[in-house]
């Protein structure tokens, strides 16, 4: 069974940076992915997305901000935040995009980030 760990989260100040990692367990390699986020009383969105051919995707909120990448040879994916902001501020997961089946969620990772 595939087992997802997020780990990165911090306290950061707006306009600072973050790098989130997802590290995956029970797989060969890491295929389709994406991070989402959710805040506090609000439904968890996808933020970015990456195809086994490293096409990415990201929402409008975070577009030119955050880039997905991923190694295989480490089964993770990476979530790089650039210029944060207050609303960034929600515990981020990573699973398969909406459109593939899910796995089993992770724990998620904090990020706050002060204004």
């Known amino acids: 069974q595939v087992q997802l760990v997020e780990s990165g989260g911090a306290l950061v100040q707006a306009g600072g940076s973050l790098r989130l990692s997802c590290t995956a367990s029970g797989t060969i390699r890491i295929k389709n992915m994406a991070w989402y986020r959710q805040a506090p009383g609000k439904q968890r969105e996808v933020v970015a997305a990456?195809?086994?051919?490293?096409?990415?995707n990201y929402s409008d909120s975070v577009k030119g901000r955050f880039t997905i990448s991923r190694d295989n040879n480490v089964r993770t994916v990476y979530l790089q935040m650039n210029t944060l902001k207050p609303d960034d501020t929600a515990v981020y997961y990573c699973?398969?995009?909406?459109?593939?089946?899910?796995?089993?969620w992770g724990q998620g990772t904090q990020v706050t980030v002060s204004s």
């Open positions: 990456i195809t086994t051919d490293d096409t990415t």
């Open positions: 699973n398969a995009p909406p459109m593939f089946t899910s796995f089993p």
